[in-house]
């Protein structure tokens, strides 16, 4: 009879085991997704935020975009930060044209910088791979409909 118990409560033990790992499981997948939906609606507000500052700070002039990328850095103490990095052709006097690195960085909103400090902090952190790897295109289309 004693064995009988012991074996009772094992079972039970077991069963409660299997099923919080099951319960663990499913968040971990729901979180993934999550993740996901949240850098996608950064990347979005990234592009929109760097076509709306080319336009509204004068760069009207620009003859397109190369290597527009989505990048992620994390601090030591695990805290993300997204910036959008890739380079701009910046028609000058004279008719020369000249490729621009450029940044811009989700803060409490956004900062963009041009130049050597934009190459600076792109030199730093991974690219997230997505659908598109190149923004290019998607940056180009939303600076577009600004004109």
């Known amino acids: 009879m004693r064995n009988l ?16 790992i099951t319960k663990t499981e499913s968040p971990s997948v729901s979180t ?3 993740d996901k ?9 990234l592009i929109t935020a760097a076509a709306s500052d080319f ?4 760069h009207s ?3 397109g975009f190369r290597e527009v990328h989505l990048k992620r ?16 052709l910046a028609e000058q006097q004279g008719g020369k044209a000249q490729w621009i690195h450029f940044v811009t960085i989700k803060t409490s909103g956004y900062e963009q910088y041009n130049g050597a400090q934009a190459s600076a902090f792109c030199q730093e952190g991974l690219i ?3 659908k598109e790897s190149d923004l290019s295109p998607l940056l180009q289309a939303r600076f577009d409909a600004l004109k």
């Open 61 to 63: 002039r620009i003859g």
């Open 128 to 130: 997230i791979s997505g």
């Open 73 to 88: 850095l994390v601090s030591p103490s695990g805290e993300k930060t997204y910036m959008l990095c890739g380079q701009y």
């Open 5 to 20: 118990a012991l074996v009772i409560v094992a079972l039970f033990i077991a069963g409660c085991t299997s099923s919080s």
């Open 55 to 58: 336009h509204n700070h004068g």
């Open 37 to 45: 939906a949240a850098v996608d609606s950064t990347q979005q507000f």
């Open 32 to 34: 993934q997704e999550a």
